[in-house]
C-alpha cells in the first residue's frame, strides 16, 4: 500500500482500457502529469469521470483515450469552450463520446455515496429542469419521514481515481491543502487510488484537522513535481492563467491540437 | 447604442447590478460578470459582502478578478476554505446564501436558464459548457439574481433546454416545487432590469438606462416582452463608480 513508484509504473500497473477512471481536482491541483502519461500509454475506451473536465479531459478526449464521460461543467474555466469535448460531442471526433451529465451538486453526492459504500446520494436537486429527461441515472425518493420527493444519483466508485497533492511522506501518507475540491471522495470512492505529488517528505506538514490521506487506501504515489501545470499547487506554483487562454486556440483545431500534443506531450518521457 | 457616452453598456450593466447587492449579503457567485459584479459592491458600498465561490472559498476577498472560480488567491482571502460536498449541502442547500448570482446563454419569459445547449441535446448546434453549480443555486439561494445582454438570440420565447428552472411555468408553479429560495428577483441587462411580476411570475422591464428606450428593450427580446407602467430610469454610473470598476479590470 503506498507503494512509491515511477508515474509510468503507476500508471502501466493500475490503469486498464475500459476502466472508469476519475482525475480529479477542482480547478486546483489537477493531475495533468498523470493524464499525459495515460495519453502516452494510449489507454483506450476510458469511462472518464471529472465534474470539470477542463484541459485535461480535453487533451485526453482529443487523445481518443475515452468513450465516454460523466461531468457536470465542461468550459474552459473563465475562458470559453472545450473545443476538442465539442467536437467529440458534436461531430464524434476522433470518436463518438456518450456523455452522463449531472449538476456539481449531484456529482458531489454521488462521490460522497461512493465514499461512504451507499448506493446512491441523495439530494434536493436537479428540480424541474432538462437533465433529469436527458439523464436515466437520475432518479428520486421519497422521504421516509417527510414525505418530500428528492433527487438521488447513483454512487460514483471509479475502477481508479487519481488525485495530485502538495505532500507526501515515506509511508505513503498524502497531504492535501488549499481548494480540495471533491478530491477525498473521488480518493475513498475509488478501487485503487494513485496519488500524484509534488515532494516527498521526512513528515507531513500537517495541521490538526488536516487532509490527510492515510498510506493504508493509497494504492501508488509517483513523485511529479509541477504534476499539476498548467492548473496549481497552493504553496507551490500559481495557475498559468496565460496558458488556459492560449488553449483555447491550440484546442480550437484539430491539426493545431495534434502537433501540440506530439511535441508537448507525446515526444516527452514520464 | 449612443455614442460618445463617458461610459460603455457593459459599464453600466456592472453597475446597476452591483448596486442591487448589500453589505453584509451573502453572495454566491458565478465566474465571469457575476464575480466582476460582486467584486465591484465589496469596492464601492458592500465592503463586508461575503463572497462565496462555488470552489469552496466563502468569504473570498480577491485583489484582481479571477479567471476561474479556483483560482489560488480565492483560497488565500477567504475566511474558509470547504470541499465540493460541504459547499453545495451545508452552505447552499442548507439556505445559508442570500442572493445567487448567474448568468446564462438564454433566458425565457420566466426566467428559467439554459447554459447547456443550442440546439437538440442528442445533436447539438453548439455545445455549451452545462449545469455546474447552477441548478441548485437558482433554487437554494433565497434569491437570485441573473445578468446577461438582451438580444432575440438569448431571450427567448422557449429555452432549448432548461438548466436551471426560474419560475418553471409560471403561475406560482415554483411555490410548488421543493425549491427553498424565492427565484429570479432581478434580471439585469445592457437596456435595464427586468423583475417577475406578482402573480405570473413573468418577466417585466421595470427600469431603463437613460440612453436606451423601453421600445429598444421589447424589440431587444424574443416574446412580447411586458413594461412597467412606472418604468424607472437608472441612473448613469457616477463618477466614482466607473474608477472604481476601471481600476479594478486595469488591476486584472
Known sequence: ?270 | MKDGLPWTQDEMMTVAAARLLWDGCVCFVGIGLPSAVANLARHLHAPHIVLIYESGTIGARPSVLPLSIGDGELAETATSVVSLPEIFTYWLQAGRVDVGFLGAAQIDRFANLNSTVIGAYDKPRTRLPGAGGAPEIAAHARQTFVILKQSARSFVPALDFCTSAGFSGGHGERARTTARGAGPQAVITDFGILKPMAGSDELQLTGRFENVTSQQAVQATGWPLQVASSLEIIAAPSADELRVLRDMHART
Open chain 1, 1 to 270: 500500500m503506498g507503494a512509491l513508484l515511477s508515474l509510468s509504473d503507476a500508471v502501466q500497473r493500475h490503469v486498464h482500457d475500459g476502466q472508469r477512471i476519475a482525475l480529479e481536482g477542482f480547478t486546483h491541483l489537477i493531475p495533468f502529469a498523470a493524464a499525459h502519461e495515460i495519453i502516452r500509454q494510449q489507454r483506450r475506451h476510458l469511462h472518464l469521470i471529472r465534474m470539470t473536465p477542463d484541459l485535461i479531459y480535453d487533451q485526453m478526449i482529443g487523445m481518443g483515450c475515452a468513450d465516454a464521460l460523466t461531468f457536470s461543467w465542461g468550459g474552459n474555466p473563465g475562458v470559453g469552450s472545450l473545443y476538442r469535448l465539442r467536437d467529440a460531442i458534436e461531430n464524434g471526433w476522433p470518436q463518438p463520446l456518450s456523455i452522463s451529465e449531472h449538476t456539481h451538486a449531484g456529482m458531489a453526492a454521488a462521490y460522497t455515496a461512493g465514499a461512504s459504500g451507499l448506493p446512491f446520494g441523495v439530494l434536493r436537486g436537479y428540480i424541474n429542469n432538462d437533465l433529469t429527461g436527458v439523464n436515466p441515472d437520475i432518479k428520486s425518493v421519497r422521504c421516509p419521514y417527510t414525505g418530500e420527493q428528492l433527487a438521488t444519483v447513483p454512487a460514483l466508485n471509479p475502477d481508479v481515481s487519481i488525485i495530485h497533492a502538495q505532500q507526501a511522506d515515506r509511508a505513503g501518507n498524502v497531504l492535501l491543502r488549499g481548494i480540495i475540491g471533491a478530491q477525498k471522495e473521488a480518493a475513498l470512492a475509488a478501487k485503487c487510488l494513485i496519488v500524484t505529488v509534488e515532494e516527498v517528505v521526512d513528515t507531513l506538514d500537517a495541521h490538526m484537522n488536516s487532509v490527510v490521506l492515510p498510506h493504508w487506501v493509497v494504492g501508488a504515489v509517483a513523485c511529479v513535481p509541477r504534476g499539476a501545470y498548467p492548473s496549481y499547487a497552493q504553496g507551490y506554483y500559481a495557475r498559468d492563467n496565460g496558458f488556459y487562454q492560449d488553449w483555447d486556440a491550440i484546442g480550437k483545431d484539430r491539426t493545431r491540437f495534434t502537433d501540440w500534443m506530439r511535441q508537448k506531450v507525446l515526444r516527452v518521457a514520464a
